[in-house]
């Protein structure tokens, strides 16, 4: 049987990877603090990678694939001298983030990348994501996929953002939408699970080297056209000016009163990687509209109208609404 140690597991993504290995018949392992569940089937030990003993119930077998998703470069670091001896293959999960640049479009893998934090740096996702990313390829060598997610999306998702659209069209209803303005703005994103079975892919074909994994390169504009029909929402869509946006204190991408995915118009690089060596490694991609969909039955079981991570409230929405008015506004 193959054995297969997350480092995590208890995560969004780790949590599918996870199920992804116990669905292909794997044994595996999770290594989490505990305070949620390791999918059925999967075996949970409890550490703290603060800790310097977190991986001694782990590092005494041999595993056929190693998954970590850390984005402390210290405990990949601490991992990796723990465990590399006995691992046939490592699987790290970076992310696009990496990148030194958001306004080139079309960055493959041999784009320039962030300095790497070193230690005392003050911590920075995307400047760790690249010291973890070296550290993994020091210790593993010829055993060691660097995976970069671009926007992960659908059922489950913590941060709330990708969700937004397709839920507020379908608790619209016939109700009016506020967008931001999609000329020129582009949308790449890639389902969780074509990413965990792409983790899985790579860790069970052994295979070697770093690939982006982001979808297809579509525009804004275009998603948020199947997120209404999905969303089945038959009312007016106003688009709002960038200026009319930021003088209100609407955020860009994410968090609290923000038009997730909404970018600045200096990131044209951000969602627009090149995914060739994904699609060539064995990555497959399942359409937008089967994303939408089980995304909005998701966003319905956890209720339309809940307090979100990311986007407008609806009673700021029909405030914003209200206030733009339809002269100053593109309807349809
Ligand atoms: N979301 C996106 O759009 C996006 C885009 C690009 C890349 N990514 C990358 O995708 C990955 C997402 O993975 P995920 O969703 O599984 O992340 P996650 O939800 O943050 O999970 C992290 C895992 O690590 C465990 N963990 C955290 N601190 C720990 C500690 N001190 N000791 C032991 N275990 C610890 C967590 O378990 P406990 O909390 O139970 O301990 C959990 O299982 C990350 O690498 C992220 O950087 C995400």
């Given at each position: 049987?193959?054995?297969?140690?997350i480092l995590g597991?208890?995560?969004?993504?780790?949590?599918?990877?996870?199920?992804?290995?116990t669905d292909a018949?794997?044994?595996?392992?999770?290594?989490?603090?505990?305070?949620?569940?390791a999918?059925?089937?999967?075996?949970?030990?409890?550490?703290d990678?603060d800790?310097?003993d977190a991986?001694?119930a782990?590092?005494?077998?041999?595993?056929d694939?190693?998954?970590?998703v850390?984005?402390?470069?210290a405990?990949?670091q601490?991992?990796?001298?723990?465990?590399?001896?006995?691992?046939?293959h490592?699987?790290?999960?970076?992310?696009?983030?990496?990148?030194?640049?958001?306004?080139?479009?079309?960055q493959?893998?041999?784009?320039?990348?962030?300095?790497?934090?070193a230690?005392?740096?003050?911590?920075?996702?995307?400047r760790?994501?690249?010291?973890?990313?070296n550290?993994v390829?020091?210790?593993?060598?010829?055993?060691?996929?660097v995976v970069?997610p671009g926007?992960?999306?659908?059922p489950?998702?913590p941060?709330?953002?990708?969700?937004?659209?397709?839920?507020?069209?379908?608790?619209?209803?016939p109700?009016?939408?506020?967008?931001?303005?999609?000329?020129g703005?582009h949308?790449?994103v890639?389902d969780?699970?074509d990413?965990?079975e792409f983790?899985?892919r790579?860790?069970?074909d052994?295979?070697?080297?770093?690939a982006?994994a982001?979808?297809?390169?579509?525009?804004?504009a275009?998603?948020?056209?199947?997120?209404?029909?999905?969303?089945?929402?038959?009312?007016?869509v106003?688009t709002?000016?960038?200026?009319f946006?930021?003088?209100?204190?609407?955020?860009?991408?994410?968090?609290?009163?923000s038009?997730?995915?909404?970018?600045?118009?200096?990131?044209?690089?951000f969602?627009?990687?090149r995914n060739e060596v994904?699609?060539?490694a064995?990555g497959?991609l399942?359409p937008?509209?089967?994303?939408?969909?089980?995304?909005?039955?998701?966003?319905?079981?956890?209720?339309?109208?809940?307090?979100?991570r990311?986007?407008?409230?609806?009673?700021?929405e029909?405030?914003?609404l209200?206030?733009?008015?339809?002269s100053s506004?593109?309807?349809?």
């Amino acid at each position: 049987m193959t054995d297969v140690l997350i480092l995590g597991g208890t995560g969004w993504l780790s949590g599918r990877v996870a199920r992804a290995w116990t669905d292909a018949g794997a044994a595996v392992t999770c290594l989490a603090r505990g305070g949620r569940a390791a999918p059925d089937g999967a075996r949970l030990v409890v550490a703290d990678r603060d800790e310097p003993d977190a991986y001694a119930a782990v590092a005494d077998q041999d595993w056929d694939a190693v998954v970590d998703v850390s984005s402390n470069p210290a405990h990949v670091q601490a991992a990796v001298g723990a465990l590399a001896p006995r691992a046939a293959h490592w699987t790290y999960v970076s992310s696009v983030s990496a990148y030194a640049r958001a306004d080139a479009p079309g960055q493959d893998e041999t784009a320039e990348l962030l300095p790497p934090t070193a230690q005392g740096d003050e911590s920075d996702y995307g400047r760790d994501k690249v010291a973890a990313e070296n550290a993994v390829r020091a210790g593993l060598g010829d055993r060691a996929a660097v995976v970069r997610p671009g926007l992960i999306v659908g059922p489950g998702d913590p941060t709330d953002r990708f969700g937004y659209w397709v839920s507020r069209f379908a608790l619209a209803g016939p109700g009016p939408v506020l967008v931001p303005e999609t000329d020129g703005h582009h949308a790449q994103v890639v389902d969780v699970d074509d990413v965990a079975e792409f983790v899985i892919r790579v860790g069970a074909d052994r295979w070697s080297g770093t690939a982006n994994a982001v979808g297809g390169v579509g525009t804004l504009a275009g998603l948020l056209e199947v997120a209404r029909e999905v969303g089945g929402h038959s009312g007016a869509v106003v688009t709002a000016s960038d200026g009319f946006l930021i003088d209100h204190d609407v955020a860009y991408w994410a968090g609290p009163r923000s038009l997730p995915l909404w970018l600045p118009a200096d990131m044209p690089g951000f969602m627009r990687h090149r995914n060739e060596v994904f699609r060539f490694a064995g990555g497959s991609l399942r359409p937008l509209r089967d994303t939408l969909e089980r995304t909005l039955a998701d966003e319905r079981s956890r209720g339309l109208d809940r307090m979100r991570r990311a986007g407008l409230t609806r009673s700021d929405e029909l405030e914003l609404l209200s206030e733009l008015g339809a002269s100053s506004s593109t309807q349809r």
